[in-house]
């Protein structure tokens, strides 16, 4: 046998499997029109269920053999071989067993005998074909049922995986009974020596192999062995098919995946995939699972996985998992597992994968009415519990009214019980008040028997309410936390990671190289917005910086030029390059930087689209209605500007054929799968987190897609970069806080004499007043209380307005602060505790800022040019650079100390530096002669006293093209530039005419 041939692989694979309790099984024992090994069938079934076998034995005497398989093969080809092999199948009346798997707990000596029964064979060189000596390289069977194929390659000999899926593709007949889809076979291996892929449908070319591979250096791929002494591979075999594995694979996670979907001619469509794990999601899985067999209740773990990493079905898996665990005691772990989720199809997926295990009503359920249904199935303890995070608050409420109704008295606790919480994107989900009611409702019982014994150390039996909410913030002993997230942020590091790490991670960048998402990034272009402002007033109002900067920008923003001249280059865009892309089916999603721009976009992308004739419909997402700042008392709705169609219908709507664009405000940034969105407009500041989910929804993949389109016309190149970075490669969480920064805060809260400390402990005092000692009095007591410190910040205010808005200010920060650390460190401090509750409502009660003028420049500042230019074309390469650190919350808030003000001009001239300076002095001096020509012009001078300046306009652009001809050797590049460029010529016509008009109108009024 040469050495380096192929042979020598399958030697090398075979030696392992069957020194971890598989045989050999011939190859001439196969029967190729039936697909399975008959005598291994027949021998385990003989050997497990003899009373059974006798009995068909002794209806049906020698043709028992033959009977039994005829009852196997129809009920494989008729339910297929995986319910089979999970199930059993029906002989005359007598259900049999075609395999044993492990069952979660209690294993006695006659369940474990049938288990170590299980015959796994291993064959070589399989001839599986009636119609050609065609063979498979390795064929893995469970009890004479083949369950894997395997087709070996081997790059010293020349040929590599990808050798071995073309011969899948092209050489493998998918009608073949071995091949048929659920019936045999249920997963395909294209393996050499360097990386493994995996299908579990042979469909002739169309055949989708997945990558297979452990991920090397955060990316696609498998790392070398350590001890260079084994293939790559070598985890396939060692790890994934050994035979305890195989079982466990063939019992807990390969399910049929069934979707039905309505075409758009109205007909049902029926698509069934079967779902075997990919290799990252199985270890996260089985290392989770372990560490909470081993760790038991009270742990927290982190899942940092990539979109397009799978995460419904690792929850699905994890949740069944975990549902059924068991020490090795034998003692269940949990009593229920609660997911936390927003998704709709998440708990679609989950009733339906686990019912495909165990055959059982009732594992999993839904919260989708109210929070008493939530109370119930707590109550009940369910095993499986899907709800929102926020259905949580209101669920003492009920347990009290159900425990009534019961005539128990209205307690409102659950008993001591243990939990698995998985949370289904923890960034959004693991800080605030409603994540703290979470672990003040699971933590039931034993959770007020520590509060009581808390209070009573500290001599407060009163109060014991006080350290009930000291205790449900931090870790609880009966709660096992499970937080799935691709982004996470500092926080989410803090509470869930260990030592800042996560339990297991899949990288965005594994992701895009094994083709799971796409790269938004490839294509990214930015469009800059260059922009001279120019004063219209005599005299420059003396303004503050940042203020007149966000005003002087939202005017910008929001002229009918900016966005006319954005949407024509969107729609454009779009009508050339975008709808012939993914087959002609391409979407686009423009995200604007408010609700406001939302409305003016959709007007104007209508208008012009309906003025070109383009067969695209646009659809705009945003919340609650949006007042028009021009036209009084009008305002807009989302449903009313999609032509009434409803808020929830939106998405099945955008995925309509003939809607092509969607805007949106606030809205569809996060979580929205639509896998033909191609293209992106960016025209709003996106940094961080916000940034990669925003970007992140053009990522999914669709068989006709190979490429996405991002057009940003506000962020810079660099900062995009730099956000992705954080989690291409997994996130590095960055500086801890200081705990006694905490302190430091407080301190400075405390002495600045807004509140008393009598007046802390007089609310805390009411606010956690035991059920027996509350009274209607107590709202207007706590009022009463919170007014004294209102009063004494109303007269900071109006004294020291800066002073104030710093208090303002720490105080937000002492919130954020406690928030955050009392979920890390376990504070012993009812202190703490008392300021927070005070403090939050404090917050509620105190006034709004006053901020200073609003400046509104529309009347002192006009836009002097305006001009896009396109930057920079390109990829952004996420391989360079550094990846910031996740840092977390900083000490304080600053409040609004103002900034000394500052003239216009020079605001002027800053916010030119910073948009890039196109146009020079000698540019405006030219503009300038114009204007003073043209003020000249007699026939102008004429026009300018009987008319309005809408028809004045029309009169100024006829002479104004002369004057710049006239004019042209003086500034050919800025002539060339107007002649050459309609939009500009529109604008500096529009400039230059309200300038002309405004100076002769001026003339002609008497002084």
Not at 589 to 596: A, C, E, H, I, N
Not at 601 to 618: A, C, H, L, N, V
Request: hydrophobic share 35%; glycine share 6%.
């Amino acid at each position: 046998m040469k050495r380096t041939g192929e042979a020598a692989f399958e030697t090398a694979i075979e030696k392992v499997l069957l020194g971890e309790g598989y045989t050999l099984v011939d190859a001439k024992g196969f029967d190729r029109e039936r697909a399975i090994f008959p005598d291994e069938a027949l021998a385990f079934i003989r050997a497990t269920q003899t009373k059974v076998w006798e009995k068909l034995e002794a209806l049906h005497g020698e043709q028992t053999g033959g009977r039994v398989l005829e009852s196997l093969c129809k009920w494989l080809d008729t339910h297929g071989a995986l319910a089979t092999l999970r199930h059993g199948f029906k002989c005359f009346g007598k259900t049999l067993r075609i395999a044993f798997f492990r069952p979660a707990h209690g294993l006695n000596p006659e369940l474990e005998a049938r288990y170590r029964a299980n015959r796994l064979g291993l064959t070589r060189q399989l001839h599986f074909s009636l119609k050609s000596e065609k063979s498979l390289d390795v064929v893995l069977s469970v009890n004479g049922i083949p369950v894997v194929t395997l087709e070996l390659k081997n790059p010293l000999s020349g040929q590599t995986a990808a050798n071995a899926i073309y011969q899948y593709r092209h050489d493998r007949d998918p009608r073949e009974p071995i091949f048929e889809f659920t019936k045999r076979a249920l997963v395909h291996f294209a393996v050499d020596t360097e990386e493994a892929h995996m299908a579990t449908r042979l469909s002739g070319t169309s055949t989708y192999f997945l990558p297979f591979n452990r991920g090397f250096n955060g990316g696609a791929g498998n790392p070398p062995d350590p001890d260079a002494r084994n293939y790559k591979t070598a985890y396939l075999w060692e790890e994934v098919l050994q035979r305890d594995s195989l079982l466990d694979l063939l019992a807990r996670f390969l399910h049929l995946n069934i979707e039905e979907k309505v075409t758009d001619d109205g007909k049902k469509v029926r698509k069934e995939s079967l779902v075997f794990p990919r290799y990252h999601q199985l270890q996260a899985v089985r290392e989770m699972v372990s560490a909470a067999a081993t760790e038991g209740a009270g742990h927290n773990y982190l899942v940092e996985h990539s979109a397009g990493s799978g995460k419904s079905n690792t929850i699905a898996w994890l949740a069944h998992r975990l549902s059924s665990l068991h020490n090795e005691r034998d003692e269940r772990l949990f009593d229920s597992v609660v997911v936390i989720t927003d998704r709709v199809v998440l708990d679609r997926q989950l009733q339906n994968t686990i019912y495909q295990f165990d055959h059982r009503q009732g594992v999993v359920q839904k919260i989708d009415e109210d929070s008493r249904q939530l109370a119930e199935a707590l109550e009940d303890g369910v095993p499986i519990i899907i709800t929102t995070l926020q259905k949580f608050p209101f669920v003492s409420g009920q347990l009290a009214k159900l425990s009534e109704e019961r005539g128990e008295g209205g307690k409102s606790h659950l008993p001591a019980r243990k939990y698995a919480v998985i949370i289904d994107e923890a960034h959004s989900s693991q800080s605030g008040e409603t994540a703290t009611e979470l672990k003040g409702v699971l933590g039931g019982a034993e959770l007020r028997r520590k509060a009581q014994e808390m209070a009573e150390e500290e001599d407060e039996v009163e109060l014991e309410r006080l350290f009930r909410s000291m205790a449900k913030r931090g870790h609880q002993p009966n709660m096992s936390f499970f937080a799935f997230t691709a982004t996470p942020k500092h926080k989410t590091l803090a509470i869930f990671g260990r030592n800042g790490e996560p339990s297991h991670r899949y990288t965005m960048r594994q992701a895009i190289e094994e083709g799971f998402i796409e790269d938004v990034l490839k294509s990214y272009v930015t469009y800059k917005t260059y922009y001279k402002l120019i004063k219209k007033a005599e005299e420059d109002p003396n303004v503050e910086r940042k203020k007149a900067a966000k005003a002087l920008a939202r005017f910008m923003r929001l002229h009918p030029h900016n966005i006319g001249q954005k949407t024509e280059v969107m729609v454009e865009h779009f009508q050339h390059f975008t709808r012939h892309k993914i087959g002609g089916h391409a979407k686009a999603m423009v995200v604007t930087g408010s609700r406001l721009e939302a409305v003016r976009y959709k007007q104007e992308f209508d208008r012009y689209i309906q003025e070109k004739g383009y067969p695209i419909k646009s659809l705009v997402a945003f919340s609650g209605a949006v007042e028009d700042d021009k036209i009084p008392e009008k305002s807009y709705t989302e449903v009313e500007m999609n032509g009434g169609l409803k808020e929830k219908e939106l998405p099945d709507t955008f995925a309509k054929p003939d809607f092509r664009v969607l805007l949106v405000a606030e809205k569809y940034q996060t979580g929205f799968d639509q896998p033909l969105l191609h293209t992106m407009y960016v025209d709003k500041r996106l940094a961080g987190i916000q940034a990669v989910q925003t970007l992140s929804r053009l990522n999914r993949t669709h068989p006709l897609k190979d490429d996405t389109f991002v057009l940003d016309f506000v962020n810079e190149p660099g900062e995009i970069q730099e956000s992705f970075r954080q989690y291409y490669d997994g996130s590095v969480m960055g500086e801890q806080v200081d705990p006694d920064k905490l302190y430091e805060v407080k301190a400075e809260l405390d002495a600045s004499g807004v509140y008393l400390q009598t007046e802390v402990a007089e609310f805390a005092r009411v606010f956690f007043a035991p059920k027996r000692r509350q009274s209607l009095n107590d709202h207007k007591m706590m009022n009463a209380i919170l007014d004294q410190a209102v009063a004494r910040f109303v007269q900071l205010q109006n004294t020291e307005e800066a002073e104030a808005e710093l208090w303002r200010g720490k105080l937000q920060a002492f919130r954020n602060l406690y928030s955050f650390l009392s979920q890390v460190i376990p504070y012993q401090d009812s202190d703490l505790e008392k300021l927070f509750t005070y403090l939050r409502h404090l917050a509620l009660k105190l006034p709004k800022r006053k901020s200073g003028p609003g400046y509104q420049f529309d009347e002192e500042v006009e836009l002097d040019y305006y001009r896009l230019q396109k930057i920079s074309e390109g990829s952004i390469s996420l391989n360079e650079g550094y990846a910031k650190p996740l840092d977390g919350p900083r000490d304080v808030g600053s409040g609004m100390v103002r900034e000394e003000p500052v003239s216009l001009s020079r605001l002027i001239d800053i916010i030119n530096q910073r948009f890039g300076g196109e146009l020079n002095d000698a540019d405006q001096l030219f503009f300038d002669q114009i204007a003073e020509a043209a003020s000249q012009n007699e026939s102008l001078q004429k026009a300018a006293g009987v008319n309005s300046l809408d028809k004045f306009q029309l009169v100024f652009r006829q002479v104004l093209e002369s004057l710049f001809i006239e004019r042209m050797e003086l500034n050919e590049e800025l002539f060339t530039d107007y002649m050459g460029k309609p939009e500009m010529r529109e604008l500096v016509s529009k400039w230059l005419g309200s300038q002309v008009y405004a100076r002769l109108s001026d003339r002609a009024s008497p002084s």
